[in-house]
């Protein structure tokens, strides 16, 4: 609900000039605390100066500015952030990034229907590339597994097992070295705690990488393979299904065992 709230806004920030807020600069290079970024977006002009690190996602990109929608806050905000002063630098809607930099106070706008709009400001000193799972699902616990089953020249590798607030990662690797191409076949595959079945889930926003299809005798692929939450202190077996084109070789089904 908090994305359908900001979205509206995206297009109506940057249709026009912006104004800068004014208020008092402050000496102070210390990070905002969470409680005065919260105080922050309430009144911008009064951390013009301020240091300041945020997180989130690009909605919309304009040149020497976009617009950050901030994950996992009890509040609405809106921010735009001025990356002029950043060389090298290409950014694309959909991207998750970590910003550091200033607070600038205000940025005033009009809309397409003349509502008037404001949004915090910053101007970025650093702008990182990160990625869904850091910025909107980090993981409460990972198991580092490293486990490989070779079946008929096809190496499946479970590398790691993230368990988020809302989804549990599985990272695996598949090495084909068969002779023949080899199909992931992911919605055949499931984790299995307590007696429970847990399918593939798609993970839409997060956009995780998926198996090639198909990965070809010679090469190797990685991939993300997301179910609901899983508990993270039970143990559990992953089960990873496939196929090979060539009807000779029989691959099968890999199990891994893993403890909680």
């Given amino acids: 609900m908090k994305k359908s709230i900001v979205l509206p806004l995206c297009i109506c920030l ?3 000039s912006f104004l800068t807020g ?3 600069d402050t000496d102070d290079s210390s990070p905002l605390s969470s409680s005065e970024i919260v105080k922050m977006y309430q009144d911008p002009d009064s951390y013009k100066g301020r240091y300041v690190e945020l997180s989130g996602e690009v909605l919309y990109v304009d040149g020497s500015l976009f617009q950050l929608y901030r994950h996992n806050v009890d509040y609405p905000d809106t921010t735009v952030v001025y ?5 090298n630098l290409t950014l694309n809607r959909g991207d998750y990034v970590i910003v550091s930099g200033t607070v600038d106070g205000t940025v005033t706008g009009t809309s397409f229907d003349g509502t008037a709009t404001e949004a915090a400001a910053i101007t970025a000193e650093s702008v990182t ?3 869904y799972q850091t910025i909107v699902s980090p993981a409460l616990k990972t198991l580092e597994v490293n486990q490989s089953q070779d079946h008929s020249g096809v190496t499946v590798t479970l590398e790691k097992i993230e368990f988020a607030a809302e989804e549990t990662r599985f990272y695996i ?3 084909n070295q068969s002779g023949a191409d080899y199909t992931a076949f992911e919605f055949g595959s499931k984790a299995v705690q307590n007696g429970n079945n847990y399918p593939y889930r798609e993970n839409f926003e997060a956009d995780y990488p998926h198996f090639p299809d198909p990965i070809q005798s010679g090469s190797s692929a990685e991939a993300i393979f997301a ?3 899983l508990n993270s202190s039970a143990a559990l077996q992953f ?3 496939g196929f090979s084109a060539d009807p000779g070789l029989h691959p099968g089904h890999y199990t891994f065992d893993a403890a909680g």
């Fill in 14 to 16: 940057f249709i026009v």
């Fill in 83 to 87: 990356i002029s002063g950043i060389d």
């Fill in 227 to 229: 179910t609901s939450e």
């Fill in 173 to 175: 690797k598949i090495d």
């Fill in 129 to 131: 590339i990160s990625d």
């Fill in 22 to 24: 004014c208020g008092s």
């Fill in 239 to 241: 089960i990873f299904d």
